[in-house]
């Protein structure tokens, strides 16, 4: 099935340009326990659903990029650099950690 992927840095590119380099997921620090690297290697989520994914633009730029894609219907919600997706996940914690001030 092909599909419309839109690079952020060419924009909307037939899939077949691109190579998939699976979903993401955070690297183990340094410091951590070695049995978290299998865990990071070799297992995945495989969502029903959206999930965030790399992808690389083989046939342009050249440059790893992340995509939110449903797996279902292979329809893709966005597209960022790595550096941005850091920022939402700060976003996230730090909204999962504010303070619920409803009475």
């Given amino acids: 099935m092909s599909f419309l992927l839109p690079c952020p840095n060419c924009g909307?590119?037939?899939?077949?340009?691109?190579?998939?380099g699976g979903e993401y997921h955070l690297r183990p620090?340094?410091?951590?326990?070695?049995?978290e690297w299998p865990q990071y290697l070799y297992l995945r989520k495989n969502l029903?659903?959206?999930?965030?994914?790399?992808?690389y633009h083989r046939q342009g730029c050249r440059l790893w990029f992340l995509a939110e894609r449903d797996t279902?219907?292979?329809?893709?919600?966005t597209t960022f650099?790595?550096?941005e997706n850091a920022r939402r996940e700060d976003t996230k914690a730090t909204?999962?950690?504010?303070?619920?001030?409803?009475?």
């Fill in 12 to 20: 909307r590119r037939s899939v077949y340009e691109f190579d998939f």
């Fill in 29 to 35: 620090s340094i410091s951590a326990d070695p049995a």
């Fill in 48 to 55: 029903d659903g959206p999930q965030i994914e790399w992808w």
């Fill in 72 to 77: 279902r219907t292979n329809e893709v919600a």
């Fill in 81 to 83: 650099w790595p550096k």
């Fill in 95 to 103: 909204a999962s950690a504010a303070p619920d001030t409803k009475d």
